[in-house]
């Protein structure tokens, strides 16, 4: 069975030349175009169709490349260190982003990819949350007891709309 990465087209913006080569090395199977900066991705999203973006937060206006990767219909991952907070976590869910990677997981990025493309072929949202089922017991111990408080209405929407409830799972058994 051939690879769901195999030949997709990858934008991938950093500001850390390593993170790029990193993860274009990761990526080998996938045709990856990269850039730097901010304005570097506007260019390659206006001129490229992309099957997905990984945007760095930090450094590179990843917020605004969200936005315009939404606007293109091109699911994006967020790709952090500096910003892994419990607020950018939220932001960027609400933003739009279809997943929020801390890059001390970098190594996992193919598998979170795979979650994001087969959710978009199969139209599967059921799993859509898979990465974040993965992520919730590093976010747990990064963030400490009680990190979704703050946000709680946020929270119980997103268990709501995106996670099946231990009922469900125990139905579909």
């Not at 570097?40 to 969200?66: C, H, P, Q, S």
């Not at 001390?104 to 193919?110: E, G, H, L, M, T």
């Not at 590093?138 to 990190?147: I, N, Q, R, V």
Request: net charge negative.
């Amino acid at each position: 069975m051939e690879d769901v990465l195999t030949g997709k087209k990858i934008l991938i913006v950093d500001d850390e030349p390593d993170i790029l080569e990193t993860l274009t090395e990761i990526l080998d199977m996938c045709l990856v175009d990269t850039a730097p900066d901010f304005e570097t991705a506007e260019k390659f999203l206006n001129k490229n169709t992309y099957d997905l973006a990984i945007l760095d937060i930090m450094g590179v206006r990843g917020y605004d490349l969200l936005e315009l990767a939404n606007e293109r219909d091109i699911p994006a991952l967020m790709l952090t260190a500096h910003a892994v907070s419990p607020d950018n976590l939220v932001r960027s869910i609400k933003g739009g982003a279809q997943s929020y990677i801390p890059k001390d997981k970098i190594a996992d990025i193919p598998l979170y990819i795979r979650d994001i493309l087969e959710v978009r072929e199969k139209g599967d949202s059921e799993q859509h949350a898979r990465w974040f089922e993965r992520l919730e017991p590093y976010f747990d111990k990064k963030f400490g007891k009680g990190w979704k408080d703050k946000d709680r209405e946020f929270w119980e929407v997103f268990d709501q709309k995106y996670r099946p409830r231990r009922s469900e799972i125990e139905n579909m058994l």
